[in-house]
């Protein structure tokens, strides 16, 4: 149903668009009462129909937003990470510039320093004030940013996530990992190399995180599977590097048995692969973990870390910005899954090139 409603969409858009070029009096007008508008008041304030429509899964593109695709100009992207301070956001962004070269856009990748959902949402209003043709989100918080795109889908502005769903709000496609997916595939690999038996930490930047919680879920049912894997624990870092390091080593001195780690996110991995290192653990401690740092490559290459899980990041930046594009051209578009890469010591020379 979701589906369906979303073609709908794309072709009241459409029809928008080719109303607009070809001047057609059959436009159904503005109500006789709503005067003449700037651009930033078009679409930040929606009726109280427009919400509705958008709440059932309806969406009908911002006139303002039609005129601009319609006349040629263009496209303004912007696409919103949740923390484009962390080791993370680089691929992302190398995904979005490549989009914006090969599609003749504009696409500018934002977002706060330091996952802060008040910044992110401030930052979001104002690029919406300015003036923005499409969005792709990438949450702090899914909570906090629901109502905010719901918000947007309402007054016309498309928008799409990626990276971390925001699957209660009314976005349009989401370009990324199955997160859970992805956690459960992780587990599995270090379950399996682990030959099924041992004590194993969970690490995370944010365990609150919806993405977060997501992964661990995916774990938590993979390692299920095995009766002897017993999860101690799991360890809330925090986001700066050495009050993660920091976080690993008192989790593993707390936890003297531990026979394997499982890190959810970019930024633990190498931590825990740092500490087995500096320990003389290898062959003693498993860790497995996520993403292509090339900290955590290089500590792959040299053994201690056994594997990390790739979600393909250049390509979620790249996904986010041509999913826009797609459907401000009147092109349907449907949910990208970048997959589980398990990057190991027999493939990390391909990911160090």
């Known amino acids: 149903m979701k589906q369906r409603m979303r073609t709908i969409a794309v072709l009241c858009a459409v029809a928008v668009m080719a109303l607009l070029v070809a001047g057609c009096t059959t436009v159904a007008p503005a109500p006789a009462a709503a005067p003449a508008a700037p651009e930033a008041a078009a679409t930040t304030a929606p009726t109280e129909e427009a919400a509705a429509e958008a709440a059932a899964g309806e969406f009908t593109l911002a006139p303002a ?58 930052e979001l209003e104002n ?58 595939e992780a587990a599995k690999v270090l379950a399996e ?13 944010d365990a609150a995180a919806q993405w977060s919680i997501d992964r661990e879920t995916g774990a938590r049912r993979a390692f299920a599977e095995y009766p002897g894997i017993n999860v101690l624990t799991t360890v809330n870092t925090g986001t700066e590097p050495q009050e993660i390091y920091a976080a690993v080593e008192n989790a593993m001195l707390a936890n003297p048995s531990v026979t394997g780690a499982l890190s959810l996110e970019c930024c633990s991995t190498p ?16 860790v497995v973990g996520f993403d292509e740092l090339p ?20 390509r979620q930046g790249y996904e986010a910005v041509r999913m826009l594009v797609d459907f401000l051209k ?10 589980v890469g398990v990057i190991d010591a027999s493939n990390v020379d391909e990911y160090l090139k």
Request: charged residues 20%; negative net charge; without cysteine.
């Open 65 to 122: 937003i039609a005129e601009r695709v319609a006349s040629g100009q263009p496209l303004r992207i912007y696409v919103s990470y949740h923390d484009v301070s962390n080791e993370f956001a680089p691929f992302l962004k190398a995904g979005v510039e490549k989009a914006a070269a090969d599609l003749g856009v504009e696409a500018r990748f934002v977002g706060p320093v330091g996952a802060d959902a008040e910044q992110q949402i401030a």
């Open 127 to 184: 690029l919406v004030e300015a003036g923005a043709e499409g969005l792709a989100i990438s949450s702090v918080s899914t909570d906090a940013l629901a109502p905010v795109i719901n918000r947007f889908i309402a007054a016309g502005i498309p928008v799409v996530t990626y990276n971390t769903d925001n699957p209660e709000s009314n976005r349009l496609a989401f370009a990324g990992q199955d997160l859970e997916q992805s956690g459960y």
């Open 193 to 205: 190399l682990l030959s099924g038996q041992g004590d194993v930490i969970i690490t995370t930047l």
């Open 271 to 286: 931590a825990l692969g740092e500490y087995v290192k500096r320990n003389g653990l290898q062959g003693q401690v498993t």
């Open 295 to 314: 900290t955590t490559l290089d500590l792959i290459k040299n053994g201690f870390i056994a594997a990390s899980i790739s979600q393909a990041p250049e």
């Open 330 to 339: 009147g092109n349907p578009i449907a949910d990208v899954d970048t997959g």
